[in-house]
């Protein structure tokens, strides 16, 4: 009992989402959670301007594909991934590895031609 309790602490101060908790909980009443479908998009969505010009990016691949996201990239946004700390190119290696399914990356910047938004997630 006191382990469920432990665990409703860490959701409730943030330290776990729902579904860790979910999964948690099931575990210490000896059940298994379903096993989830696995993750086959990357969903990338960028709105920026480059040049003076509105650019939209919304892109749907298969995850297989993914590393052809940086071409499709405008530059303003892959300099904004970078100077937010976010090194595309492993991001796009981790995909390899399998992620969890949600969002990897979002990005909301004012940058010299205007503001930049980035959001990069795996569906």
Do not use: C, W, Y
Not at 17 to 40: I, N, Y
């Amino acid at each position: 009992m006191e382990e469920k309790k432990r665990v409703l602490e860490m959701l409730q101060t943030g330290s776990i989402g729902v579904e860790e908790a979910m999964d948690l909980l099931s575990a210490l009443e000896g059940t298994r959670p379903e096993p989830r479908p696995p993750a086959r998009l990357l969903k990338v969505r960028v709105e920026a301007e480059e040049e003076g010009r509105a650019v939209k990016v919304h892109l749907n691949l298969p995850l297989a594909l993914a590393p052809l996201v940086e071409s499709f990239l405008p530059e303003e946004a892959k300099l904004t991934l970078g100077r937010q700390g976010v090194n595309l190119k492993d991001l796009l290696a981790l995909l390899k590895e399998g992620v969890p399914e949600g969002k990897l990356v979002e990005v909301e910047a004012e940058e010299e031609d205007g503001p930049v938004r980035i959001l990069v997630e795996v569906v």
